[in-house]
C-alpha cells in the first residue's frame, strides 16, 4: 500500500528545487558575498566533489568492455549533443535580434545537455532494456557533455551573457570538472567499492549542491528583478516549446530504431537514454557558464519543465513495456 501511495507523490527533489526557488523569492542573497561563509565558494568546491564522486563511481573496466555495441552508443550520443541542439538551432534565425532571443538560447542550453544518469539507468530496467548499455551511455554522456555543452553555448554566449569569458569559463571547467573526474576515475580501483556502498548518501550530497545552485541562482535573479521581463504567455509558450521538444526526438527516436533494426532491450536503451536531458548537469553547467552573471536561473527554467515532464511521461512508458510479454520491437 506504501509503495503503491509513493507512485503518485510529488518527485522529491523537484519539491526540493520548487522549495528553493521560493527560498530565494522569500530570502535571497543567504550567503552574499562578504558572508562568514559565501555560498559560492561552498558551491565551488561542491561541484568538484560531486564529479570526483561521479568519476570514482564509474567502472573504467566495464566502459570498455561495453564498446563493442558501438552502433548503439553513437546513436544515443549523436541524438544527444547533435540533433537536440540541431532541431533548435534551425529556428535561430526567425528569432535572432527579437525579444524572445534569450528564451531560444535558454531552450538551445537545454538541448546541448547530456542525458541524465539514474533515472535513465532506473528507467531501462524497468522497461527491461539493455541495462550495461544504459549505464555506459548514461555515464559518458555526462562526460562528454563537459566538453560539447560549453562548446555549443560559446557560440553564441559572448553575444549574450554579459560579463561571459569563455576562456575563464574553460578554466572553470577544467579545474572543477574534468580533473576531479579523471582523479575518481584513477581512484576507482581502490575506492569505487565504497562509493557503490554509499551511493545512497552521496546521492543526497549531488542533490544538496543542485539546490543550493538553484537557490543561489535565483536569489541573484530575483534580487536583480530579471523575471519581471518575462511574461507570463512567455512562459507558457516555453513549456509548450520544451514539451513539444521531447515528443519530436521521443518519436523520432522510435522510428530510427526501427530503420536500424535494434532488437527491443536495445531499442529501449536508445529512446530511454536519447530523448533525456540532465537537471543535475544543468544545474551545474549554470553553476559555471553563469557564475557572476544574473541570467543563470533563465537557462534553468526550461531544463525543470523538460525534467519534470521526461519523469512523468517516460515512468509511465516504462511500466507500460514492463507489462508486455515477449514484443518483438518497439
Avoid at 570498455?64 to 544527444?80: E, G
Avoid at 534569450?102 to 538551445?108: G, K, P, R, T
Avoid at 560579463?163 to 572543477?176: M, R
Wanted: aromatic share 12%; hydrophobic share 55%.
Amino acid at each position: 500500500m506504501i509503495e503503491k501511495l509513493k507512485r503518485y507523490l510529488p518527485d522529491g527533489f523537484i519539491m526540493g528545487i520548487i522549495g528553493m526557488i521560493v527560498l530565494a523569492r522569500i530570502v535571497p542573497g543567504i550567503g552574499h558575498e562578504g558572508s562568514i561563509i559565501e555560498l559560492s565558494k561552498v558551491i565551488k568546491a561542491g561541484i568538484a566533489l560531486l564529479f570526483f564522486f561521479y568519476g570514482l563511481k564509474l567502472s573504467p573496466e566495464n566502459l570498455k568492455n561495453d564498446l563493442s555495441n558501438w552502433r548503439l552508443h553513437a546513436l544515443i550520443q549523436v541524438i544527444t549533443f547533435l540533433v537536440f541542439p540541431l532541431i533548435i538551432l534551425a529556428f535561430y534565425p526567425l528569432l535572432k535580434g527579437s525579444s524572445y532571443e534569450l528564451l531560444w538560447l535558454a531552450v538551445f542550453f537545454l538541448a546541448a545537455l547530456p542525458s541524465t544518469v539514474s533515472s535513465s539507468v532506473v528507467m531501462v530496467n524497468i522497461a527491461g532494456g539493455n541495462l550495461p548499455s544504459a549505464i555506459f551511455n548514461a555515464s559518458i554522456s555526462g562526460v562528454i557533455g563537459i566538453i560539447l555543452t560549453p562548446a555549443w553555448m560559446s557560440l553564441f554566449l559572448d553575444q549574450q551573457a554579459t560579463g561571459f569569458e569563455f576562456s575563464g569559463v574553460i578554466i572553470d571547467l577544467v579545474i572543477q570538472i574534468l580533473i576531479p573526474v579523471t582523479l575518481g576515475l584513477i581512484m576507482h580501483r581502490w575506492w569505487g567499492k565504497w562509493a557503490q556502498r554509499n551511493k545512497a548518501r552521496i546521492s543526497l550530497f549531488d542533490k544538496s549542491v543542485i539546490l543550493a545552485i538553484v537557490y543561489r541562482s535565483f536569489s541573484d535573479s530575483f534580487t536583480n528583478d530579471i523575471f519581471s521581463s518575462i511574461p507570463n504567455l512567455s512562459l507558457l509558450v516555453l513549456g509548450a516549446v520544451v514539451i513539444s521538444l521531447f515528443f519530436l526526438v521521443f518519436e523520432g527516436t522510435k522510428q530510427l530504431n526501427k530503420l536500424l533494426h535494434f532488437n527491443r532491450e536495445d531499442s529501449i536503451t536508445v529512446l530511454f537514454c536519447g530523448s533525456k536531458k540532465s537537471l543535475v548537469h544543468g544545474s551545474v553547467m549554470v553553476g559555471v557558464l553563469f557564475a557572476g552573471t544574473t541570467e543563470g536561473s533563465l537557462f534553468l527554467v526550461p531544463v525543470m519543465i523538460y525534467h519534470a515532464f521526461q519523469l512523468f511521461y517516460i515512468s509511465l512508458v516504462a511500466r507500460k513495456y514492463s507489462r508486455e510479454i515477449a514484443p518483438s520491437t518497439l
